[in-house]
T-cell receptor
Framework: DGGITQSPKYLFRKEGQNVTLSCEQN?????MYWYRQDPGQGLRLIYY???????QKGDIAEGYSVSREKKESFPLTVTSAQKNPTAFYLC????????????FGSGTRLTVV | EDQVTQSPEALRLQEGESSSLNCSYT??????LFWYRQDPGKGPEFLFT???AGEEKEKERLKATLTKKESFLHITAPKPEDSATYLC??????????FGAGTILRVKS
């Protein structure tokens, strides 16, 4: 079955540590997105990519980095520069054009310890 | 600035008690509106897309409607399994969706 796989489901980060969240899709979608979800704030866009080897900053890109070396993969690195990384991270993909809507992964919950 | 506002923030219903959730938006040139359902600890699941004012779509106990300024998600005779957070989103420009903060629905038996 086609879909989006995020891993790990839970991730713990120590202060000053970089961590990478994985996102893989087999839907043959061109566009991929990373959102952060905090209680009461809805989903906020971190980064998005419409084609391989190209990506754009979203509304809250500071302290995060991404790469898009393959159409199927869009990993997100949470760097030590992100001062409040504890959140639920969601990866999504869509056909070209957001008016087709997104398919979401199951999310990664990141906690700073 | 493009904004999506959902109300109420939370809604508690008794099983069988029908109600509506609201999603209002301020975007220049609506190109569609999306409703998603999200269960705790999971990713949002697609429910409906509405593209033009006057359009309606139904799925089981849910019906979504769209006007030029807002959308409603009507829930008829809800059951406890309808408990979830309901999100709406619009694509104001480019290839991105802007989401509302969601309505947390709890249905008690």
């Amino acid at each position: 079955d086609g879909g989006i796989t995020q891993s790990p489901k839970y991730l713990f980060r120590k202060e000053g540590q970089n961590v990478t969240l994985s996102c893989e899709q087999n839907l043959n979608h061109d566009a991929m997105y990373w959102y952060r979800q905090d209680p009461g704030q809805g989903l906020r866009l971190i980064y998005y990519s419409q084609i391989v080897n190209d990506f754009q900053k979203g509304d809250i890109a500071e302290g995060y980095s991404v790469s898009r070396e393959k159409k199927e993969s869009f990993p997100l690195t949470v760097t030590s520069a992100q001062k409040n990384p504890t959140a639920f991270y969601l990866c999504a993909s869509s056909m070209a054009g957001a008016f087709y809507g997104y398919t979401f992964g199951s999310g990664t919950r990141l906690t700073v310890v | 600035e493009d904004q999506v506002t959902q109300s109420p923030e939370a809604l508690r219903l008794q099983e069988g008690e029908s109600s509506s959730l609201n999603c209002s938006y301020t975007v220049s040139g609506l190109r569609g509106l999306f409703w998603y359902r999200q269960d705790p600890g999971k990713g949002p699941e697609f429910l409906f897309t509405l593209y033009s004012a006057g359009e309606e779509k139904e799925k089981e106990r849910l019906k979504a409607t769209l006007t030029k300024k807002e959308s409603f998600l009507h829930i008829t005779a809800p059951k406890p399994e309808d408990s979830a957070t309901y999100l709406c989103a619009v694509p104001p420009y480019g290839n991105k969706l802007v989401f509302g903060a969601g309505t947390i629905l709890r249905v008690k038996s």
